[in-house]
């Protein structure tokens, strides 16, 4: 049985983005449509059984309908051509009351065949080309969903958090309590399990978020997790595999390193999870490319423009089509020799760029060891006197019975 793994779609981030005029959308739109069309290309290509998606397909909880008509073509190819689809919903999928529809609902609604939406947790038995899996979803759940208002009125903050993931935790226990042990099993989560290595997102929430321990989501009775709401991919166990898909494209710079792409996961035959050999490959993902140049110019430097042109050049290819931040650090004194023009057009074949400066101004004047600020005008005018060798004592004794008088002239306002 051959599962297709991914999670953290985030359809309608727009940073770096310009306007397609082919389309008339966001190009970072078409970034994240044309990931995603890969993904489904290869689920086709390869007559996957299943693809398990683990939530987050917006950026926003109130997708425009663009992104949902966007969204909904790529699932329906999938599932016209006969491959089940299995939908999580995440925290950015939530609307902002707990009555409302999420975002993805809509496909429960119109009962789509070969589509299943889960907003709770719950098991499904969905049939595949190779025979039926058992799929545990723990989709993210508000605090208000586990917990009554009684119960946490007089809990901290980290008591609250405590107690979720004790509420989880048994979730997860009692499903699999429930599994058949004939059938492949796999638990999807969108959850936060602690020891993981966060990409973007931690800009976002976690950090005051609940967590899962690793051993409370390794439950033996799965031969697979699938987690989402990292944008990391990466491994958690072995045995059974814990596995974060990650965003399936780069979101912003504090994602540049990160490869993107899916899980290919083939659970072969066996009686009971554990006996049952799993095997799982990342495939990674064309994607835009971040890239950021930083550029360090001295005091000294005569050409600081072909400085940072050279800079530029340096990058070579790399620079086209890429996301580019351009970083220069100069001081103050040459900051008005760089022509922003001609750096604009070495970043010409960028897919777009930021420019910032960082400006080195020098200290203030310290006198005697200490700031000007903080030295009396008579001292001040001593101590610049006495740095000078060209002022003989004499002159310069003259100099400070001037330099008093008129001090004095100026504080009494005579």
């Known amino acids: 049985m051959k599962i297709l793994h991914f999670a953290d779609l985030h359809l309608g981030v727009e940073s770096y983005g310009r306007l397609d005029p082919a389309t008339g959308l966001s190009s970072r739109l078409l970034d994240f449509l044309n990931a995603l069309d890969q993904l489904v290309d290869y689920a086709l290509e ?9 939530g987050d397909a917006y ?5 425009t309908q663009t992104q949902q008509r966007e969204f909904a073509r790529r699932i329906n190819r999938l599932a016209t051509n006969d491959i089940p689809v299995f939908l999580l919903i995440g925290n950015h999928d939530l609307p902002n009351a707990a009555s409302r529809a999420t975002s ?21 038995i969905i049939p595949t080309n190779s025979g039926k899996v058992q799929i545990v979803s723990l989709p993210w759940l508000r605090r208000s969903a586990l917990l009554t208002r009684e119960e946490t009125k007089n809990l901290t903050f980290e008591q609250i958090n405590q107690k979720l993931q004790q509420i989880l935790t048994d979730v997860i226990a009692a499903k699999a309590k429930e599994l058949n042990p004939e059938l ?82 083939e659970i072969g035959v066996g009686e009971g999870a554990g006996k049952r050999a799993v095997s799982f490959d990342f495939h990674p993902v064309e994607g835009r490319r971040f890239l950021t140049i930083d550029v360090n110019i001295e005091p000294a430097d005569a050409a600081p423009t072909d400085t940072v042109l050279e800079s530029i050049a340096e990058q070579g290819d790399e620079v086209r089509d890429a996301v580019v931040r351009l970083n220069i650090s100069l001081p103050s004194e040459v900051e008005g020799e760089l022509r922003d023009s ?44 006495e740095s000078r060798k060209d002022v003989s004592p004499e002159r310069a004794k003259l100099l400070l019975d001037y330099g008093d008088k008129l001090i004095q002239e100026q504080n009494t306002g005579s």
């Open 342 to 385: 001609d750096i604009r057009n070495a970043l010409g074949d960028a897919h777009y760029f930021t420019i910032a400066r960082d400006i080195k101004r020098e200290s203030r004047l310290r006198l005697g060891g200490m700031a000007a600020e903080d030295i009396s005008p008579l001292d001040a005018l001593k101590t610049y006197l």
């Open 104 to 124: 993805t609902e809509i496909f429960d609604t119109l009962a789509v065949k070969n589509v299943y939406v889960s907003n709770r947790p719950q098991i499904y």
């Open 59 to 63: 950026r926003s909880r109130e997708p």
């Open 46 to 54: 390869n007559k996957v059984d299943l693809v398990l998606f683990c």
């Open 184 to 265: 492949p099993a796999v638990l999807a989560a969108h959850v936060w399990v602690a020891g993981s290595k966060v990409g973007s997102e931690s800009s976002m929430t976690i950090g005051q978020e609940h967590a899962l321990m690793l051993s409370n989501v390794a439950h033996p009775a799965f031969d697979y997790i699938a987690l989402g709401h990292i944008h990391k991919h990466q491994v958690l166990s072995q045995n059974p595999p814990v596995v974060y898909a990650g965003s399936l494209e780069r979101l912003d710079f504090g994602e540049a390193e990160d490869e993107k792409g899916f899980y290919l996961v």
